[in-house]
C-alpha cells in the first residue's frame, strides 16, 4: 500500500535540501506542489476553481491549510502527528475525534487568516518565508522570489524519489490494463462513450483517479483531447485513445491507435511514419541526448518515413504530480536528461476530416540505463469489424 503522506515527507525534505537555508519556511499553494509537498488532493480543486489551499513547512513541521471540510480526508492521506489549519464553515460531529490528540487543529474564518496563522506557527522575526505563487504580504513576512522557490520546486518534482517511481510505474500499468479490457471489447457498432465508459470503470475499481479519458473515432479521431461521444465505430475507422490518471496524486499518460477492420493504404503509410518516430524517440531517450535532440531525431524520423508534412510543437514531457512537467521535449527547450526523471514520448498526428493516429510511451531515465515503463506495443491495434 502506497502511504501519499510518507512520499510527501520526502518530497519537502528534498525541497528543502534544494533550497540550502536551515532558517527558512516554504509555503506551497499551488495545486500540483500542495499534493507534491502534502500528500493530499482535494477533491474540491475539480469542482471549485477559487478553492485555497497551502502547505506551510520547515525542517521541523508541517501544517496543511485547507477548507474545514477536507479536515479528516486530509488526515486519512497523513500518517503520523497531523496539523491542519482550516478556514471556512462545515461541521463535523468530531470532538472525540480531536482529543485523541494527534491532530493539531485549528479553525479561522478565511484562507489568508489561516495561512498567516501557520507561518506564525512555524516563524519567527528573522525567518526568511519562501512562497511559490502568492504576492509578497508585509502582514506575514514574504522575503523570497516567488519564481525562485517555484524554480526550486520544478527541479526538485522533476527528479523521483524511488518511492515515486513505484508508484508512477504502478499507474502506468493499472492505465494499460484498464485500455487492454477496453480494446478487447472494442469493435464496430459500440460507441467511444462505451470504451470510455469501460477504460473509466476499470481505472476507478483498481484505485486510479480517471483523470482525461480521449477516445475518438472516425473523423472526432482528428480531434486533439476531445471528449467521447455517443458515436459509433464502423468499418474504417481509425480510433485514437489518449489516457491519463492519478494514483496517489501521480498521474499515468499513454496513448494507442486502433482500426476497425483493414487499414486503408493511406493509413497504413501514416501509421508506418508515426512508429518510425516513435521508436526514434525511444532510441534517441535511450541514448540520452539533450530534449531539443529527441525532438529533432523524432519529427525527422517521422517526415523520412513517408509524412513530409509532420509538424509538431512537442513530443513529450515530463510525468509526476501534472501530468505535463518540466522538461518539455521541443525544439527550442535543451535540457539534460538526468537519472530520476520519468518522461512521456509521443507522435501524435491529425489530420481535419480524416482522423488522427497516436502513440506515447513512459520511460524512466535510470542511472545505468533508460526503462519504458508502458509496455502496449506501438502497433496499430485491428478491432473486429
Known sequence: MFRSGTIAAENRKRVLELVGDPNIVV????IANVVYSGGYRSMGFDTD????????????KVVLVGPLADL???RESCPGP????GYGRFFFDHQNALNEGDVDFASFQDFDAALQAAIAALSNESTRIACDFLPTYSSTGFQADPDWIRRIFVRARSLKSASEIDVLRRATELTENAVSIALENARAGVAETDIAAEISATMVRSGLRPGFIVVTSGPRSAFADAFASSRKLVPGDLVRIDV???????????ACSAVVGEPTPEVERVNHALMAGQAAALDAVFRRVSTEEVFNATTEAVRQAGLASYKRHHVGHGLGVESHEFPTICRDNSEGLIPGMVINVETPYYRAGWGGLMYEDTLLI???AVERLTALPNTLVRLPG
Do not use: C, H, Q
Request: aromatic share 18%; no cysteine; hydrophobic share 40%.
Open 366 to 368: 535510470g542511472k545505468s
Open 49 to 60: 476553481p477559487g478553492l485555497k489551499m497551502a502547505v506551510v513547512f520547515n525542517e521541523r
Open 27 to 30: 509555503v506551497a499553494t499551488s
Open 244 to 254: 491519463g490518471g492519478t494514483l496517489n496524486g501521480y498521474w499515468s499518460d499513454t
Open 82 to 85: 497531523f496539523a491542519y489549519y
Open 72 to 74: 479528516w480526508a486530509a
